[in-house]
Protein backbone atom coordinates (compact mmCIF):
# COMPACT_ATOMS: atom_id res chain seq x y z
CA UNK A 1 0.00 0.00 0.00
CA UNK A 2 3.00 2.25 0.38
CA UNK A 3 4.23 2.28 -2.97
CA UNK A 4 4.92 5.22 -4.62
CA UNK A 5 5.53 5.56 -8.62
CA UNK A 6 7.80 8.86 -10.31
CA UNK A 7 6.13 11.14 -12.79
CA UNK A 8 7.33 14.54 -14.29
CA UNK A 9 5.89 17.56 -13.23
CA UNK A 10 4.74 19.01 -16.60
CA UNK A 11 2.89 22.15 -15.29
CA UNK A 12 2.17 23.50 -11.75
CA UNK A 13 -0.91 25.66 -11.00
CA UNK A 14 -1.55 26.46 -7.45
CA UNK A 15 -1.01 23.52 -5.30
CA UNK A 16 -1.93 21.39 -8.20
CA UNK A 17 0.24 19.80 -10.69
CA UNK A 18 -0.05 17.78 -14.04
CA UNK A 19 2.23 14.88 -13.82
CA UNK A 20 3.08 12.53 -16.42
CA UNK A 21 3.80 9.11 -15.51
CA UNK A 22 4.89 7.75 -19.31
CA UNK A 23 2.13 9.50 -21.61
CA UNK A 24 -0.90 8.85 -18.76
CA UNK A 25 -1.04 12.75 -17.33
CA UNK A 26 -2.84 12.82 -13.93
CA UNK A 27 -3.40 15.85 -11.40
CA UNK A 28 -1.48 15.72 -8.64
CA UNK A 29 -1.67 17.55 -4.98
CA UNK A 30 1.75 19.20 -4.15
CA UNK A 31 0.75 20.28 -0.70
CA UNK A 32 3.82 17.65 0.78
CA UNK A 33 6.65 19.27 -2.00
CA UNK A 34 5.54 22.76 -2.73
CA UNK A 35 8.69 23.35 -4.38
CA UNK A 36 8.44 21.18 -7.12
CA UNK A 37 8.28 23.11 -10.71
CA UNK A 38 7.64 22.29 -14.31
CA UNK A 39 10.34 19.67 -15.54
CA UNK A 40 10.87 17.79 -11.85
CA UNK A 41 10.50 14.33 -10.94
CA UNK A 42 8.49 13.10 -8.14
CA UNK A 43 7.52 9.97 -6.49
CA UNK A 44 3.69 10.18 -6.03
CA UNK A 45 1.26 8.24 -3.82
CA UNK A 46 -2.17 8.47 -3.31
CA UNK A 47 -2.26 11.23 -5.37
CA UNK A 48 0.18 13.42 -3.53
CA UNK A 49 3.45 14.02 -4.46
CA UNK A 50 5.87 12.75 -1.69
CA UNK A 51 9.58 13.34 -2.55
CA UNK A 52 11.24 15.30 -5.81
CA UNK A 53 13.77 12.35 -7.26
CA UNK A 54 16.32 12.45 -9.78
CA UNK A 55 15.50 12.00 -13.39
CA UNK A 56 17.81 8.79 -14.12
CA UNK A 57 16.52 7.22 -11.06
CA UNK A 58 12.91 7.90 -11.87
CA UNK A 59 13.49 6.22 -15.49
CA UNK A 60 15.03 3.29 -14.09
CA UNK A 61 12.33 2.70 -11.61
CA UNK A 62 9.91 3.20 -14.11
CA UNK A 63 10.99 0.88 -16.35
CA UNK A 64 11.35 -1.89 -13.31
CA UNK A 65 7.50 -0.94 -12.20
CA UNK A 66 5.67 -1.48 -16.30
CA UNK A 67 8.41 -5.04 -15.82
CA UNK A 68 6.30 -5.94 -12.64
CA UNK A 69 2.82 -4.41 -13.82
CA UNK A 70 3.07 -7.11 -16.75
CA UNK A 71 3.80 -10.15 -14.13
CA UNK A 72 0.82 -9.07 -11.91
CA UNK A 73 -2.12 -7.04 -11.73
CA UNK A 74 -1.00 -4.50 -9.91
CA UNK A 75 -2.36 -4.14 -6.12
CA UNK A 76 -1.77 -1.53 -3.46
CA UNK B 1 16.85 4.66 -20.21
CA UNK B 2 19.60 3.94 -17.55
CA UNK B 3 22.82 2.14 -18.43
CA UNK B 4 21.38 -1.70 -18.37
CA UNK B 5 23.52 -3.28 -15.61
CA UNK B 6 23.60 -7.16 -16.03
CA UNK B 7 20.81 -7.51 -13.33
CA UNK B 8 21.30 -11.35 -12.54
CA UNK B 9 25.10 -11.12 -12.94
CA UNK B 10 24.88 -8.45 -9.78
CA UNK B 11 22.11 -10.56 -7.89
CA UNK B 12 24.63 -13.44 -8.61
CA UNK B 13 27.25 -11.60 -7.01
CA UNK B 14 24.63 -10.39 -4.12
CA UNK B 15 23.78 -14.11 -3.72
CA UNK B 16 27.54 -15.27 -2.63
CA UNK B 17 27.80 -11.95 -0.77
CA UNK B 18 24.68 -12.92 1.59
CA UNK B 19 25.74 -16.84 1.83
CA UNK B 20 29.21 -16.00 2.67
CA UNK B 21 27.95 -13.90 5.70
CA UNK B 22 25.16 -16.55 7.12
CA UNK B 23 27.16 -18.06 9.54
CA UNK B 24 24.27 -19.20 11.81
CA UNK B 25 20.39 -18.75 12.38
CA UNK B 26 19.36 -15.43 11.31
CA UNK B 27 16.14 -13.53 11.00
CA UNK B 28 15.47 -10.76 9.42
CA UNK B 29 12.32 -8.92 9.41
CA UNK B 30 10.87 -6.58 6.66
CA UNK B 31 8.17 -4.68 7.77
CA UNK B 32 6.51 -3.92 4.42
CA UNK B 33 3.78 -5.12 1.93
CA UNK B 34 5.89 -3.86 -1.13
CA UNK B 35 8.91 -5.76 0.33
CA UNK B 36 6.56 -8.77 1.40
CA UNK B 37 5.70 -8.79 -2.23
CA UNK B 38 9.07 -8.40 -3.77
CA UNK B 39 10.68 -11.20 -1.75
CA UNK B 40 8.22 -13.65 -2.62
CA UNK B 41 7.74 -12.86 -6.23
CA UNK B 42 11.31 -12.57 -6.93
CA UNK B 43 12.00 -16.17 -5.06
CA UNK B 44 14.74 -14.90 -2.92
CA UNK B 45 13.59 -17.27 0.03
CA UNK B 46 14.69 -19.65 -2.04
CA UNK B 47 17.96 -18.63 -2.81
CA UNK B 48 19.44 -17.50 0.25
CA UNK B 49 21.02 -20.54 3.17
CA UNK B 50 18.16 -22.58 4.51
CA UNK B 51 19.15 -20.43 8.29
CA UNK B 52 18.66 -17.03 6.91
CA UNK B 53 14.86 -16.60 8.11
CA UNK B 54 12.87 -13.68 6.08
CA UNK B 55 9.96 -13.19 8.24
CA UNK B 56 6.77 -10.84 7.39
CA UNK B 57 6.06 -7.97 10.01
CA UNK B 58 3.03 -5.77 10.32
CA UNK B 59 3.50 -4.33 7.14
CA UNK B 60 0.35 -4.31 5.48
CA UNK B 61 -1.91 -1.13 7.36
CA UNK B 62 -4.86 -3.25 5.86
CA UNK B 63 -4.23 -6.02 7.38
CA UNK B 64 -3.04 -5.03 10.72
CA UNK B 65 -6.67 -2.85 10.95
CA UNK B 66 -8.72 -4.29 13.46
CA UNK B 67 -11.99 -5.75 12.77
CA UNK B 68 -13.98 -3.62 15.41
CA UNK B 69 -13.26 -0.32 13.39
CA UNK B 70 -14.01 -2.11 10.17
CA UNK B 71 -17.50 -2.94 11.79
CA UNK B 72 -17.46 0.88 13.18
CA UNK B 73 -17.00 2.13 10.14
CA UNK B 74 -19.83 -0.20 8.55
CA UNK B 75 -21.92 1.07 11.13
CA UNK B 76 -21.71 4.59 10.11
CA UNK B 77 -22.38 3.93 6.10
CA UNK B 78 -25.43 2.58 7.14
CA UNK B 79 -26.67 6.47 8.60
CA UNK B 80 -28.51 8.12 6.40
CA UNK B 81 -26.54 10.74 3.90
CA UNK B 82 -23.25 8.98 4.59
CA UNK B 83 -21.06 8.41 1.98
CA UNK B 84 -17.80 5.87 2.67
CA UNK B 85 -14.87 6.66 0.61
CA UNK B 86 -12.02 4.45 0.68
CA UNK B 87 -8.90 3.28 -0.83
CA UNK B 88 -9.50 -0.47 -2.42
CA UNK B 89 -7.47 -2.68 -0.68
CA UNK B 90 -9.97 -2.01 2.10
CA UNK B 91 -12.66 -3.68 0.34
CA UNK B 92 -12.65 -7.07 1.14
CA UNK B 93 -11.14 -7.22 4.53
CA UNK B 94 -13.79 -8.76 6.83
CA UNK B 95 -14.90 -6.35 10.15
CA UNK B 96 -16.46 -9.29 12.00
CA UNK B 97 -19.98 -9.86 10.09
CA UNK B 98 -19.51 -7.90 6.89
CA UNK B 99 -17.22 -5.96 4.70
CA UNK B 100 -17.08 -2.75 2.88
CA UNK B 101 -17.65 -4.87 -0.27
CA UNK B 102 -20.48 -6.68 1.18
CA UNK B 103 -22.27 -3.54 2.39
CA UNK B 104 -21.57 -2.08 -1.03
CA UNK B 105 -23.52 -4.82 -2.54
CA UNK B 106 -26.27 -4.41 -0.06
CA UNK B 107 -27.04 -0.52 -1.09
CA UNK B 108 -25.08 1.25 1.05
CA UNK B 109 -22.77 4.45 -0.28
CA UNK B 110 -19.73 3.03 -0.69
CA UNK B 111 -16.93 4.36 -2.73
CA UNK B 112 -13.24 3.67 -4.17
CA UNK B 113 -11.00 6.21 -4.47
CA UNK B 114 -7.68 6.20 -5.72
CA UNK B 115 -6.72 9.74 -3.31
CA UNK B 116 -7.84 11.32 0.08
CA UNK B 117 -8.02 14.13 -2.20
CA UNK B 118 -11.02 12.59 -4.56
CA UNK B 119 -13.62 11.79 -1.32
CA UNK B 120 -13.00 15.56 -0.67
CA UNK B 121 -14.19 16.73 -4.46
CA UNK B 122 -17.24 14.32 -3.34
CA UNK B 123 -18.12 16.21 -0.63
CA UNK B 124 -17.83 19.48 -2.51
CA UNK B 125 -19.75 18.21 -4.90
CA UNK B 126 -22.02 16.13 -2.70
CA UNK B 127 -23.09 19.04 0.21
CA UNK B 128 -26.26 17.27 1.34
CA UNK B 129 -23.76 14.04 2.13
CA UNK B 130 -21.35 13.68 5.13
CA UNK B 131 -18.11 12.09 3.34
CA UNK B 132 -16.29 9.78 5.96
CA UNK B 133 -12.93 8.99 4.29
CA UNK B 134 -11.57 5.51 5.66
CA UNK B 135 -7.93 6.69 7.14
CA UNK B 136 -5.73 3.62 6.82
CA UNK B 137 -1.66 3.63 6.13
CA UNK B 138 1.55 4.16 7.44
CA UNK B 139 3.71 7.10 7.63
CA UNK B 140 3.58 7.31 3.52
CA UNK B 141 0.01 7.74 3.39
CA UNK B 142 -0.90 9.42 6.59
CA UNK B 143 0.34 13.07 5.34
CA UNK B 144 -1.62 12.89 1.86
CA UNK B 145 -4.88 12.96 4.08
CA UNK B 146 -3.58 15.49 6.71
CA UNK B 147 -2.97 17.68 3.58
CA UNK B 148 -6.54 16.63 2.46
CA UNK B 149 -7.89 18.02 5.77
CA UNK B 150 -5.67 21.17 5.42
CA UNK B 151 -7.44 21.88 2.22
CA UNK B 152 -10.87 21.07 3.56
CA UNK B 153 -10.46 23.54 6.45
CA UNK B 154 -9.23 25.77 3.96
CA UNK B 155 -11.86 25.83 1.60
CA UNK B 156 -14.53 25.61 4.18
CA UNK B 157 -15.20 21.80 3.57
CA UNK B 158 -17.51 21.17 6.61
CA UNK B 159 -19.44 17.91 5.39
CA UNK B 160 -15.61 16.32 4.96
CA UNK B 161 -14.27 13.84 7.57
CA UNK B 162 -11.93 11.14 8.05
CA UNK B 163 -12.00 8.08 10.12
CA UNK B 164 -8.51 7.39 12.27
CA UNK B 165 -7.07 3.72 11.96
CA UNK B 166 -3.31 4.77 11.21
CA UNK B 167 -0.34 3.21 12.40
CA UNK B 168 2.93 4.89 13.25
CA UNK B 169 5.46 2.24 12.10
CA UNK B 170 8.56 3.00 14.40
CA UNK B 171 7.00 1.95 17.68
CA UNK B 172 5.64 -1.04 17.00
CA UNK B 173 8.87 -1.97 15.26
CA UNK B 174 10.45 -1.55 18.76
CA UNK B 175 7.00 -3.35 20.36
CA UNK B 176 7.82 -6.35 18.84
CA UNK B 177 11.51 -6.27 19.65
CA UNK B 178 10.59 -5.94 23.24
CA UNK B 179 8.21 -8.53 23.19
CA UNK B 180 11.01 -11.23 22.51
CA UNK B 181 8.09 -13.55 21.20
CA UNK B 182 10.25 -13.89 17.40
CA UNK B 183 13.91 -13.65 17.26
CA UNK B 184 14.20 -10.34 14.81
CA UNK B 185 18.17 -9.78 14.52
CA UNK B 186 17.22 -6.95 12.10
CA UNK B 187 15.10 -4.60 10.08
CA UNK B 188 14.58 -4.60 6.32
CA UNK B 189 13.08 -1.19 6.66
CA UNK B 190 10.27 0.37 4.50
CA UNK B 191 11.63 2.52 1.70
CA UNK B 192 8.22 4.90 1.58
CA UNK B 193 7.69 5.17 4.98
CA UNK B 194 10.97 6.53 5.26
CA UNK B 195 10.72 9.22 2.56
CA UNK B 196 8.35 10.47 4.77
CA UNK B 197 10.42 10.00 8.44
CA UNK B 198 13.85 10.05 7.66
CA UNK B 199 15.89 6.97 8.54
CA UNK B 200 16.81 8.75 11.82
CA UNK B 201 13.33 7.95 12.78
CA UNK B 202 15.12 4.15 13.02
CA UNK B 203 17.81 5.31 15.16
CA UNK B 204 16.59 4.51 19.18
CA UNK B 205 15.72 1.16 17.88
CA UNK B 206 19.66 0.42 16.43
CA UNK B 207 20.77 2.28 19.82
CA UNK B 208 19.22 1.17 22.44
CA UNK B 209 17.69 -2.79 21.13
CA UNK B 210 21.31 -2.65 19.20
CA UNK B 211 19.02 -4.27 16.24
CA UNK B 212 20.59 -3.25 12.07
CA UNK B 213 18.43 -1.60 10.40
CA UNK B 214 18.67 -0.51 6.66
CA UNK B 215 16.39 1.35 4.60
CA UNK B 216 15.80 -0.97 1.55
CA UNK B 217 14.01 -0.07 -2.08
CA UNK B 218 11.72 -2.41 -3.92
CA UNK B 219 13.91 -3.94 -6.58
CA UNK B 220 15.21 -7.35 -6.47
CA UNK B 221 19.03 -5.70 -6.45
CA UNK B 222 18.13 -3.60 -3.58
CA UNK B 223 16.70 -6.21 -1.14
CA UNK B 224 19.60 -8.56 -2.06
CA UNK B 225 21.84 -5.53 -1.15
CA UNK B 226 19.60 -4.31 1.84
CA UNK B 227 19.87 -8.13 3.23
CA UNK B 228 23.61 -8.24 2.45
CA UNK B 229 24.15 -4.70 4.50
CA UNK B 230 22.48 -6.30 7.51
CA UNK B 231 24.12 -9.41 7.73
CA UNK B 232 27.85 -7.08 7.07
CA UNK B 233 26.78 -5.38 10.41
CA UNK B 234 25.53 -8.66 12.26
CA UNK B 235 28.81 -10.05 11.20
CA UNK B 236 31.11 -7.29 12.65
CA UNK B 237 28.79 -6.53 15.61
CA UNK B 238 27.48 -2.98 14.08
CA UNK B 239 23.64 -1.88 15.30
CA UNK B 240 23.56 1.00 12.89
CA UNK B 241 20.81 2.58 10.86
CA UNK B 242 21.81 2.38 7.37
CA UNK B 243 20.35 3.32 4.03
CA UNK B 244 20.56 1.23 0.57
CA UNK B 245 17.43 3.42 -0.96
CA UNK B 246 19.73 6.33 -1.63
CA UNK B 247 17.27 7.16 -4.49
CA UNK B 248 14.48 7.88 -2.19
CA UNK B 249 15.18 8.68 1.44
CA UNK B 250 17.38 10.31 3.15
CA UNK B 251 18.35 10.70 7.71
CA UNK B 252 15.92 13.61 7.70
CA UNK B 253 12.97 12.88 5.70
CA UNK B 254 10.59 15.35 4.10
CA UNK B 255 10.13 17.96 6.83
CA UNK B 256 6.79 19.75 5.38
CA UNK B 257 5.19 16.40 5.68
CA UNK B 258 6.49 15.53 9.25
CA UNK B 259 4.87 18.96 10.10
CA UNK B 260 1.49 18.31 8.57
CA UNK B 261 1.75 14.84 10.71
CA UNK B 262 2.02 16.88 13.35
CA UNK B 263 0.10 19.60 12.88
CA UNK B 264 -3.23 17.71 12.08
CA UNK B 265 -2.63 14.56 14.26
CA UNK B 266 -1.88 13.58 18.00
CA UNK B 267 -0.55 10.15 18.78
CA UNK B 268 -2.70 7.70 20.67
CA UNK B 269 -2.98 4.06 21.49
CA UNK B 270 -3.62 1.76 18.18
CA UNK B 271 -4.60 -1.78 18.23
CA UNK B 272 -3.30 -3.57 15.97
CA UNK B 273 -5.64 -6.84 14.28
CA UNK B 274 -3.69 -9.99 15.67
CA UNK B 275 -1.24 -8.57 17.78
CA UNK B 276 -2.98 -6.21 20.24
CA UNK B 277 -2.67 -2.89 21.69
CA UNK B 278 0.62 -1.13 20.67
CA UNK B 279 0.61 2.27 22.62
CA UNK B 280 1.46 5.09 20.94
CA UNK B 281 1.27 3.85 17.36
CA UNK B 282 -1.79 5.59 16.30
CA UNK B 283 -2.81 8.87 14.95
CA UNK B 284 -6.08 11.13 15.28
CA UNK B 285 -7.06 14.33 14.98
CA UNK B 286 -5.64 16.97 17.23
CA UNK B 287 -8.15 19.19 19.18
CA UNK B 288 -7.73 21.64 16.70
CA UNK B 289 -8.96 19.41 13.85
CA UNK B 290 -11.62 17.22 15.70
CA UNK B 291 -14.64 18.19 13.50
CA UNK B 292 -12.72 16.25 10.93
CA UNK B 293 -12.87 12.97 12.98
CA UNK B 294 -15.96 10.47 12.05
CA UNK B 295 -16.26 9.60 15.07
CA UNK B 296 -17.40 13.15 16.50
CA UNK B 297 -19.69 13.78 13.41
CA UNK B 298 -21.50 10.75 13.52
CA UNK B 299 -22.96 9.23 16.69
CA UNK B 300 -22.17 4.77 16.59
CA UNK B 301 -20.62 3.25 19.42
CA UNK B 302 -17.19 1.54 18.40
CA UNK B 303 -18.13 -2.53 19.06
CA UNK B 304 -15.57 -4.20 21.23
CA UNK B 305 -12.20 -5.91 19.80
CA UNK B 306 -13.15 -9.33 20.74
CA UNK B 307 -14.00 -10.92 17.45
CA UNK B 308 -10.80 -9.46 16.13
CA UNK B 309 -9.66 -12.86 14.31
CA UNK B 310 -11.61 -15.88 12.76
CA UNK B 311 -10.97 -18.54 14.70
CA UNK B 312 -7.84 -21.26 13.64
CA UNK B 313 -6.99 -18.11 11.80
CA UNK B 314 -2.43 -17.60 12.41
CA UNK B 315 -2.03 -14.11 11.43
CA UNK B 316 -1.14 -12.57 14.86
CA UNK B 317 1.74 -15.26 14.82
CA UNK B 318 2.86 -14.67 11.11
CA UNK B 319 3.04 -10.93 11.36
CA UNK B 320 4.92 -11.17 14.88
CA UNK B 321 7.43 -13.71 13.13
CA UNK B 322 6.21 -16.47 15.59
CA UNK B 323 5.17 -18.46 12.72
CA UNK B 324 5.55 -18.12 8.62
CA UNK B 325 2.53 -18.50 6.51
CA UNK B 326 3.06 -22.52 5.76
CA UNK B 327 2.90 -23.31 9.36
CA UNK B 328 -1.27 -21.86 9.76
CA UNK B 329 -2.85 -25.31 9.59
CA UNK B 330 -5.29 -23.88 7.37
CA UNK B 331 -3.18 -22.19 4.83
CA UNK B 332 -3.58 -23.31 1.02
CA UNK B 333 -6.76 -25.57 2.07
CA UNK B 334 -9.08 -23.35 4.01
CA UNK B 335 -7.69 -20.09 3.52
CA UNK B 336 -6.56 -19.05 -0.35
CA UNK B 337 -7.21 -15.93 -1.66
CA UNK B 338 -10.30 -16.58 -3.32
CA UNK B 339 -11.55 -17.54 -0.06
CA UNK B 340 -9.97 -15.87 2.45
CA UNK B 341 -10.13 -16.58 6.39
CA UNK B 342 -7.21 -14.02 7.28
CA UNK B 343 -7.01 -10.73 6.65
CA UNK B 344 -3.10 -11.63 5.33
CA UNK B 345 -4.92 -13.51 2.57
CA UNK B 346 -7.05 -10.92 1.27
CA UNK B 347 -4.66 -8.12 0.73
CA UNK B 348 -2.67 -8.99 -2.17
CA UNK B 349 0.16 -7.58 0.02
CA UNK B 350 -0.32 -9.62 3.22
CA UNK B 351 2.11 -12.10 3.91
CA UNK B 352 0.08 -15.55 3.55
CA UNK B 353 -1.65 -13.72 0.11
CA UNK B 354 2.08 -13.24 -1.28
CA UNK B 355 3.31 -16.38 -0.16
CA UNK B 356 0.32 -18.17 -1.76
CA UNK B 357 0.54 -16.36 -4.92
CA UNK B 358 4.34 -16.64 -5.77
CA UNK B 359 5.15 -19.29 -3.30
CA UNK B 360 7.74 -18.32 -0.44
CA UNK B 361 10.37 -20.69 -1.69
CA UNK B 362 11.21 -22.57 1.50
S1 LIG C 1 -3.29 -18.82 6.12
FE1 LIG C 1 -5.16 -17.62 6.35
S2 LIG C 1 -5.88 -18.13 8.38
FE2 LIG C 1 -3.76 -18.78 8.29
S3 LIG C 1 -2.57 -17.03 9.05
FE3 LIG C 1 -2.71 -16.79 6.84
S4 LIG C 1 -4.51 -15.50 6.50
FE4 LIG C 1 -4.64 -16.24 8.62
Known sequence: ?76 | MGAPVDVRAKAEELYARIEGLVRGPVSLMEVCGTHTMAISRFGIRARVPANLRLLSGPGCPVCVTPASQIDHLIAMGREPEVVITTFGDMLRVPGSRSTLQRERARGRDVRVVYSPFDALDFARKEPNKLVVFMGVGFETTSPTIAATIVRAREDGVGNFCVYPAFKVVPPAMDALVASEEARIDGFICPGHVTTIIGSRAYEPLARDRHVPCVVTGFEALDVLEGIAMLLEQLASGRAEVEIQYRRATCREGNPIAQEMLERVFRRCDAWWRGIGLIPGTGLEPSEEFSVFDARERIDVEEPDKAQDLPIGCGCGEVMKGVKLPPDCPVFGKGCTPSRPLGPCMVSTEGACAAWYLYGGGR
Open chain 1, 1 to 76: MCLAVPGKVIQVDGKAGKVDFLGVQRQVQLDLVPEAVAGDWVLVHAGFAIHRIDEEEARETLALLRKLEAETEGGG
